[in-house]
Every structure is written in structure tokens, then in C-alpha cells.
């Protein structure tokens, strides 16, 4: 996918997140999986439809998908549902390295709050499906959506959680987390700067196409306070 589509859907998921406050909906109180589905509802339903972000809209995207159930990267476990993902339209004659059904942007949302601790919550049960052939494993790019509140910091939680030795480990990092030098990556009122991390995947891709490459993965806060 590469960065500039990245920082084109957080803009989007930005302004997903103000239209919810807008309205009212109460972000501070809502469980993760009713969050997640507002955010769809305005990702699919308004912001698709209507362009209002450039870049952003039926013509470019195709249908946002809500739980999309995906094998992982050996068919063993056959419904995978990452909580989000966005798919690229592609021309017809556009060659595409890529399987079809695996072709996307996927997005896992974690709250991150003084009920869901960065490590236990966010790494050990979601950033770890991207390393391990969960999630994403046919792509290089996956994002980290985390629903912040109680005051959490990437720099105060998510790092030194990522840095203790057995997740160092179990999440194989081969580059520590780091912020995004793009402007549109940016701190702003209600979300944290873009960081980034890449994790060494261990399995092989199907039908001979050798070792998984490394995943970058893109962690996205946004304050839900």
C-alpha cells in the first residue's frame, strides 16, 4: 500500500472520529466493537460516498469491509476477521502481485485504556496476528488502530511495552517503533504522531513464493477521552 495511502486513511479515520463527536456519540464510555462500528457505518456509508475527504471515494475504494472473514497464510484457520479493512481499485490491466482475496489494507482496532494494557491488549492479542500469518500476510503494510484513553501514550506505553525482551521476541521486531517524519503524520488535537514498527515473519508464502517478507506496521492512536 506505502505511506501515502496510509496517510490518506488517517485523514479519513480522522475525520471519521469528528463526525462521531459531532453527533455526539460517546467515545469516552463506548465498548471497542461498538466504536469499530460507528467508525465503519461513517467510513462506508458518508465518507465513501461522498468524497468529502479527496482522495478518498467509490471511484479509488472499493467497498469498506467490516470483519471480513480471510484464511491465514496457510489455510488452516479459515475465518480470520481483522476489524477493518480498505481495498484499492485497480484498472483491469493493472498486473497485481498480490491475491486478490488478500489485497487490502488491514486495520486492527484495540482500545488502550487502564482496563487494556498496551502489551497485553494491543501487542499479545493484536499486533502479534500480523506477525504471525494472521492477518495481512500476503501484504508488506498493516495498520494498529488503538482507541485511547486514561491518558496512554505511544511513547510512554506502547514503547517500553514493545521493549521488553520477550516480546521483543514474540513480535519479532527488526525495527523498534518510531515516529513518521511526514508532515501529515504529524501530532494534532485528538491523535498521536504516526509511529511505525517492522516485524521478521517466519512462515512461507504459499505456492512456492518463498519467505514472507517483513511487515511494517503502522500505529495509529487516536484519543477517545
Not at 1 to 12: D, E, F, K, Q, S
Not at 165 to 185: D, F, I
Amino acid at each position: 500500500m506505502g505511506l501515502p495511502v496510509i496517510l490518506l486513511l488517517r485523514r479519513v479515520l480522522m475525520k471519521a472520529f469528528e463526525k462521531l463527536r459531532d453527533r455526539g456519540f460517546p467515545l469516552a464510555a463506548e465498548r471497542e466493537d461498538r466504536i469499530t462500528e460507528q467508525l465503519f457505518n461513517v467510513l462506508e456509508n458518508d465518507l465513501r460516498q461522498t468524497g468529502e475527504v479527496i482522495g478518498f471515494n467509490s471511484a479509488f475504494y472499493d467497498r469498506v469491509v467490516r470483519h471480513a472473514e480471510v484464511t491465514n497464510y496457510n489455510g488452516e484457520k479459515l475465518a480470520k476477521t481483522p476489524d477493518l479493512s480498505f481495498k484499492l481499485r485497480h484498472g483491469e490491466s493493472e498486473s497485481r502481485p498480490v491475491l486478490s482475496s488478500h489485497d487490502a489494507l488491514f486495520v486492527e482496532c484495540k482500545p488502550v485504556d487502564g482496563d487494556h494494557a498496551a502489551g497485553s491488549a494491543y501487542c499479545d492479542d493484536g499486533l502479534i496476528r500480523f506477525v504471525n500469518g494472521d492477518y495481512a500476510w500476503a501484504m508488506q503494510d498493516a495498520m494498529m488502530l488503538g482507541y485511547v484513553r486514561n491518558g496512554r501514550s505511544i511513547a510512554g506505553h506502547l514503547v517500553p511495552a514493545m521493549a521488553a525482551s520477550a516480546r521483543q521476541q514474540s513480535l519479532a521486531v527488526v525495527q523498534q517503533l518510531q515516529p513518521c517524519e511526514e508532515a501529515g503524520a504529524a501530532t494534532c488535537a485528538e491523535a498521536e504522531a504516526v509511529y511505525l514498527s517492522r516485524h521478521r515473519r517466519a512462515f512461507t508464502w504459499p505456492d512456492g513464493k518463498g519467505p514472507a517478507t517483513d511487515i511494517t506496521v503502522f500505529h495509529l492512536w487516536h484519543r477517545c477521552e
